[in-house]
């Protein structure tokens, strides 16, 4: 029945717009406007233009990425519908796309996510998108929903990054400073060089803050190398690297007493132990694309992603390290059929991840409130894992005005767990996932399109979602999987001002993985039930070119959504019919950016969260809030080929108070209450001063 009323509001909107645009099109085309730009998407769709793409994609340009203060990538991501970031102190973050993910105790699993080829997502399922510079990103393509056969068909969608490579022709250098409240710091340094063989991207930066809360000081510096060698007319090698270095505090969520009484404080067992963690990673890869014929190409990609951490916790002091190498080949290419145009992906994916995990004791509080001190170990734990994903889409042009699509992805993952605490080697693998899609695109005229899509998608345990309580493999644990139901549309009106996108779906998840706490910071997975989610996304892009001076550009977001347990039984308690913890149902995001020819501009977004379920049992909820930001300045030239941009900009104007980041199901600890907030930064002012020199 909800579906049914979406589907009628879809329509609905559909016909008045089409209505009102031909019933005012002669007044709106009398003032002098600019058309928007058309969105291109990776090259690596079978489609590069996302009015013909049948799904539902959001798309964050590069003047999107540093639209606030170019330190956090939260506040960006969260203007996509259905999409869901929160984050504590840069350090800890979770992103969920339609409800997936939302229950993850700590970090983001269910979602596959690539810097340019590489893969982000480690083989413990993991992803972290956090730690690459904002500056060195291109564009980002999130897909919403397990439409992404060629990305591995995860539950929750894919993350697409692109880097920054030069485009401009010759050497530009820059440098730029942002700083603001509690000891925001961030530099950054950049250099690029384009030239028709090849071309170079360098760039460095370093990222420190003081923290607003007790133990929560943050530290990350990194150097991105990227570009394009031996072009030629029908063939290029991309090359990309990335370090991070990290040291990040952790102050750890707090109880609702201490929430709303004194959110600067941490916890205090973290706070005692000085907990924080630390880690180097780099990644690397290699692509090469090459056309074999007039209508078949290759893109072959090699990759490495190596990642060292140190995570002293108030329970013991975890070391962690992961290698995962992998190769990636696709071809594309067109052929006819009669009169019938074929389109086609086909390749394969292989993906191997070495992880090695020593636990150890921390002795923090025999060390005369120095932090911690590491103590004898605990545990040690290796485990291998070893999957490939075969993949092919197919787009065949019916007509002018039909498509069809059809796209399927095949996994096979197996993994071996070393348990040298208990002297155990065990093997297993699950059964081979075939996850299908198919598309059907009506497309009235060249600015206008409806889609109808159905898939299935599937996410894989986690490497601990894995592992009985005595630290050996659970055989009965099962992937997650699912089918996803998408009607939607994408309209431009007005001679290409307004961009209007509707999506309404409908997905059910079944072998719901379950993480049962069975200590401090230790849980086992378990397959406990299905959940359902269902909702609408609207997005609206306008632009609005006043006069030959003056202009508007502004946005509004909306999701909302239905997520709840269809069935689910914990312990012998049934929450059939509860709402999905982590994850609020309605987000209202919306913006505006007024632009002067003189290179002045003003900022302005707002962004409403509902409230937010923090258990399975519903019986405590995370209260709704609304934040607005604020941004204004100045891009001006100072000599030939010498530009510079100043700015400055308040963030939660208001000073609202919220809950950045929930800890799902937080259990008491003694006679405590249950610690579910990460408190969100109050009211805080930042600016900004490059200067950029073109050769």
Known sequence: MI????????????????????????????????????VVISPLHINTNILD??????????????????????????????????????????ISIRGIGARTTYGTNKIRAFYGSIPLTSGNSETVIDDIDLQNLNQIEIIKGPLSSIYGAGLGGAILISPQL????????????????????????????????????????????????????????????????FRKQNSKLTYFTNYTYLKAFIPSSINKDAFENNPESGAPTWVASKGFKEYKSTLGGLAYDFKIGDNLNNSTSVFINYKDSNEPRPFDI???????????????GNFKIKETGINFIAGVEYFTDTYSGNTFENLYQQN???????????????????????????????????????????????????????????????????????????????????????????????????????????????????????????????????YTEIAVYRME??????????????????????????????????????????????YLGASIGNYEFKEFIDNGNDFSGNKLTGVPANKINAGLSFNTRLGIYFNADYQFVDEVPMNDANSAFSDSYAIINLKTGYRFEILQNLTSHIAAGINNVTNEKYASLILPNAVANGNTAPRYYYPGLPVNYYGSVSLNYLF
């Open 509 to 554: 998840i079944k072998d719901l993985l379950v993480a049962k706490r069975i200590g401090d910071d230790q849980y086992v997975g378990a397959n406990a039930g299905k959940t359902f989610h269902e909702g609408i996304e609207v997005t609206l892009n306008h632009n609005w070119q006043i006069n030959r001076f003056f202009g508007l550009n502004s």
């Open 53 to 94: 793409a049948p799904a539902s994609i959001g798309i964050l340009s590069k003047s999107q990425l540093l639209q606030n203060n170019t330190t956090d990538i939260t506040t960006v991501i969260n203007t996509i519908p259905g999409v869901f970031m929160q984050s504590s102190n840069f350090a800890t973050s979770r």
């Open 166 to 229: 030069s485009k401009s022709n010759g050497q530009n250098a820059g440098m730029s400073s942002v700083f603001g409240s509690y000891g925001l710091l961030k530099n950054s340094l950049n250099y690029s060089l384009n030239e028709n063989e090849g071309s170079l991207n360098i760039s460095y930066h370093n990222l420190k803050t003081d923290g607003w809360r007790e133990n929560s000081a943050y530290n990350r510096e990194g150097i991105t190398l990227a570009g394009e060698l």
């Open 368 to 498: 005369n409130g120095l932090g911690s001190l590491q103590g004898d170990q605990l545990t040690e734990t290796d485990q291998k894992r070893h999957f490939y994903n075969i993949f092919s889409q197919l787009k065949a042009s019916l007509s002018e005005h039909f498509e069809i699509q059809a796209g399927i992805n095949y996994n096979k993952t197996q993994f071996e767990l070393t348990n040298y605490t208990e002297n155990s080697n065990q093997k297993y693998s699950y059964d081979g996932i075939f996850s299908p899609q198919l598309s059907i695109l009506f497309k009235p005229n060249k600015e206008q399109t409806i889609y109808f899509s159905a898939s299935r998608g599937f996410s894989l345990p986690a490497t601990e979602e894995t592992l009985t309580s005595e630290g050996t493999i659970n055989p009965d644990i099962k992937p997650e999987n699912g089918y996803n139901f998408e009607i939607g549309g994408k309209f431009y009106f007005f001679n290409k001002k307004l």
């Open 3 to 38: 579906l049914k009323k979406y589907c009628l509001f879809l329509v609905a909107i559909f016909v008045s717009l089409n209505t009102f645009a031909q019933e005012k099109g002669k007044t709106i085309d009398s003032l002098k406007t600019e058309k928007l730009e058309e």
């Open 318 to 332: 975890l070391r962690q390290y992961t290698f995962a190498t992998g190769a990636r080949t696709q071809f594309s």
